[in-house]
């Protein structure tokens, strides 16, 4: 996984690394971009987003996450394993 700044024309399809707020919208983080979040990132002023890129076997981190937590809760009593989100 490639981690850092890129220029917003260039994001198209990367995972968004921080929550933007936009005049009339807000981005999550981990929001995937598109085109549309594109432009509106350009007409909100940016330059640049922070993003991660997942490169070939890579996975995001809500799938990581929900690996992780399958293989620790095993069959303990009273533990229940809910969605990962961000």
């Known amino acids: ?12 399809g990367t995972v968004l690394a921080h929550r933007e707020q936009l005049p009339d919208a807000t981005l999550a983080k981990g929001h995937i971009l598109m085109a549309s979040d594109l432009q509106d990132l350009v007409a909100a002023g940016y330059a640049t987003v922070t993003v991660a ?4 076997g890579d996975i995001d981190e809500d799938t ?5 937590a399958r293989s ?7 533990l229940r394993l809910s969605i990962a989100a961000t």
Do not use: C, N, Q, S
């Open 1 to 12: 996984m490639k981690f850092g700044p890129l220029p917003v024309a260039e994001a198209l």
């Open 53 to 56: 890129r997942l490169e070939d």
């Open 64 to 68: 990581a996450a929900t690996i992780l």
């Open 72 to 78: 620790l809760i095993g069959d303990a009593p009273g």
